[in-house]
């Protein structure tokens, strides 16, 4: 019992080094992989090149290929090109188990060593991250001799000796088990590491081995495919075109599994070479065999996986779950929408002057029904950022995270408090058919249009972050105040001159001009965090004399 413990534990040892070191290679590399492949669409050569380059860095076909279904679930790329990508990203998963069937047990404690001093020392740079993708290193060769000591005694085992004996020699039976082990252990590297020392130790015959890397292969097309179930049919053809090419690779092999059987002993010796060996003719083959169908393929995942016909006010959101697995690039999904959310509440914000001016109710009702639309957005922004992995992100993605929730956040209050105001309007306004005085109207129109131009500066704020726009966005902060304690008193003077209209309206004035400067209060909000990171926020104000020196400065 105690072996197959330790027989499990080197497993899991396994499967938690290849996850670290593609979270390490996401969280140090990830906005320059996202480059890589958005510059390698240019042809098929280049593209498979960059897939075999992407993916022997992160370790991971199947994050490859959730960065490209995003990619093409936004219309950044076409299914053809993001299918050529994933033929080279299969390669390059099969070049790193070959790298990784030479015996490196001198490796595994100085790369666990030098990691650990390296992630310790610079935990939070560059530096660190680089030691975190060593240590996952270093995990992944140690699991391999773990598994290599952990199975010596239970081949030696009797009984376990007979029931090797006893299993059917099926192919099908046995590709289906290495489907369903690599869904589980969600790492077809792991699976086929794991299925190479099972073999070199004897527990496992050299054709239940073959058998278990095609099924290997195919389970990690199918991550990939269930991984983008809720996405958008875009964004499902690439992993659905990259599992029918592993499907055409099966059918293909099958048939000559017996030929190559007998063929690799006499050209690679040894077990555990053979079993890694095929993996990578797997393929090698299927790139050189299918980058032909790449177009045939392409066409039929359309048909399969049609564009859904947009029904009148439908959008599609830019929360694609294929990004998920690449969280630099989930980050950048969630401030799109942050920004739709925006566009939303300026629509309101727009409105609410023309009910003011015209007393229209069925606008204001409109409006009001908007504020449900953007906390709706503020729901799923939030849930989608709790979903990104947190430790894949870097210093700065970390910084981005926290800037949108704050942006939604105090978009959803901009909202809450417009819908408010448009509910006093109509109280005490519309459905008593006052009006305001000219002066006062005046005054809110001002303040309204200032209003608005802080909305799209707050806006442009969120999307490039300059410190100098940041600057800007605060110290209307402390204009507006001073406007509406000036508007105050002008309304109080024309109380004080007898004015009707102002008499009529003076509660909801004094009221709606408050909350336009709780609503510009929020507005300025987005420049705190901005300002903070570039250090020019003082305690109480800006550093002036810091921020002179800045020119469009990012923080």
């Known amino acids: 019992m105690i072996h197959l413990l330790n027989l499990l534990a080197a497993v899991a040892l396994l499967v938690w080094g290849t996850h670290i070191v593609r979270t390490g290679m996401m969280r140090l590399l990830g906005e320059n992989l996202r480059l890589v492949l958005a510059r390698s669409f240019s042809n098929r050569g280049n593209s ?174 199918l991550l990939a495919f269930f991984a983008t179930g809720g996405a958008s049919p875009a964004a499902r053809r690439v992993p659905a075109g990259n599992l029918l090419f592993k499907l055409i690779g099966a059918a293909l092999t099958i048939p000559l599994l017996p030929h190559v059987l007998a063929w690799l002993p006499r050209v690679v010796p040894e077990i555990h070479q053979q079993v890694v060996g095929f993996h990578l003719l797997f393929n090698v083959v299927l790139a050189i065999t299918c980058v032909g169908l790449i177009g045939p393929v392409a066409r039929l995942t359309v048909r399969w996986l049609p564009a859904p016909r947009e029904g009148a006010g439908k959008r599609r959101s830019h929360l694609d779950p294929a990004a998920l697995g690449t969280p630099s690039l989930a980050i950048s999904c969630a401030a799109r929408e942050a920004l739709h959310q925006a566009d939303v509440v300026e629509t309101m914000l727009r409105g609410l002057l023309d009910v003011i001016r015209s007393n229209d109710l069925e606008l204001a009702e409109r409006l009001r029904r908007m504020d449900d639309t953007v906390d709706d957005l503020y729901s799923a922004i939030k849930f989608y950022l709790t979903q990104i992995s947190r430790e894949a992100l870097s210093e700065r993605e970390g910084r981005r995270w926290t800037d949108i929730v704050s942006f939604t956040i105090n978009m959803e209050q901009v909202a809450d408090i417009i819908e408010r105001v448009l509910l006093d309007v109509e109280d005490k306004k519309i459905r008593k058919n006052r009006s305001f005085s000219d002066a006062g109207m005046a005054e809110i129109c001002h303040l309204h249009e200032r209003l608005t131009a802080n909305l799209r500066l707050a806006m442009s704020v969120f999307l490039d972050g300059h410190v100098r726009d940041a600057s800007k966005l605060l110290e209307e902060k402390a204009r507006f105040r001073d406007l509406e304690h000036e508007y105050a008193a002008n309304h109080i003077a024309r109380l004080q001159d007898n004015t009707a209209q102002s008499i009529e309206t003076s509660s909801l004035h004094l009221d709606l001009i408050s909350e336009l400067k709780r609503i510009n209060s929020h507005l300025c909000g987005v420049a705190y965090p901005i300002l903070e990171s570039a250090g020019v926020l003082a305690a109480t104000r800006i550093r002036h004399s810091q921020l002179a020196d800045l020119d469009e400065v990012k923080p």
């Open 48 to 221: 498979v090149l960059a897939g075999i380059g992407v993916t022997g860095l992160v370790q991971s076909s199947m994050a490859t290929c959730l960065m490209l279904a995003s990619f093409a679930g936004q219309g950044l790329v076409s299914t053809a090109a993001a299918l050529a990508v994933m033929l080279g990203a299969d390669v390059g998963t099969a070049l790193m188990a070959a790298v990784y069937s030479f015996d490196l047990s001198w490796v595994s404690p100085l790369l666990i060593f030098v990691g650990v001093v390296m992630f310790v020392s610079r935990q939070n740079s560059d530096v660190g991250r680089a030691g975190r993708v060593l240590i996952g290193l270093g995990l992944i060769t140690l699991a391999l001799q773990l598994i290599v000591a952990s199975t010596k005694p239970m081949i030696e085992n009797p009984a376990v000796r007979g029931l090797l004996v006893a299993l059917p020699s099926e192919v099908m039976l046995d590709i289906l088990v290495g489907t369903v082990i690599t869904v589980l252990a969600y790492s077809s590297l792991a699976v086929v590491l794991l299925t190479a020392t099972l073999a070199t130790s004897g527990l496992v015959p050299p054709s239940v081995a073959l058998g278990l890397v095609v099924g290997a292969n195919i389970g990690s097309a």
